[in-house]
């Protein structure tokens, strides 16, 4: 009997609830000459998530979903308890999207007693949603090190709605020497413009309807870019302003480059706005490419 065919299925998917059992998995995989991608998730897979797993099911053979609440990357007054966890649902997503193995572990499989060893990330975790959620890129970090040390894909997918959280992972696993390649995959919308999110099931009607300002105030901000604005500051007390009206209390807008993540004050090539609001209690992110009608003369 194959090692996969002994691990128990959801939906008709296999899954490995051990590390011990995902490499076993993985083993076979690469013993049949199978290229293996890598989807980190926390669950609750919407559209987004399945964009990135069809992404990944172009790039190689066999699909690894991990679905794990990781405890480490919450703060103390933070949704973890409330984070929807769905994983039945999940497993009839992933069936649908051709994926071969679910690795769902438990808290006690990841981080068994004793576990004191963590992942620190550098200037680039500091800022935007790490200054307002201190540890989370830490624990972020330490979470997809180990997954992509179990793993061991030749690639792995991540949404580009995370943007400091792609650039963080980016650096880290260049850092740390991790031998799969990295993919940002471009963030799926409603039709709308709201960014896809987990979170989204929390908002009331009234916030869902408010939070449109978000992608709203993106667009306009590329707009004006694009016409030839290129005063950050402006642009981003225009971003706050329409947000703000919208009934969101914003937590920060910043215009960046988009690898160091470091502030602009105008925008004279390539550019990365971020946001983060909340609309009552759930705190929406999301970000868009700022291209100056400068750069765009050029070529950039
Ligand atoms: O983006 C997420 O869902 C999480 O931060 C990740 C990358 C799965 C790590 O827990």
Redesign the pocket.
Known sequence: MSAELSLPSLAGVPIARSPDDLRTWTATQRASGRRISFV???GALHAGHMALVDHARERAEAVVV?V?V?PL?FGPREDLDAYPRTLPADAELCRAHGVGLIFAPTAAAMYPGGFETHVEPGALAERWCGASRPGHFRG?AT??AKLLNLVMADVAV??EK?WQ?LQVIARMSRDLNHPTEIVGVPTLREPDGLALSSRNVFLTSEERRGARSIPDALREAQDKASAGECDAARLIAAIVGRVSDAGGRVDFVGIVDPETLVSCSSIDGPAQVLIAAYFGSTRLIDNARLTSAQSRSVGV
Do not use: A, E, L
């Open positions: 980190p998730t926390m991990s794990f990781n990357q972020v979470v997809v991540f949404g995370d959280q």
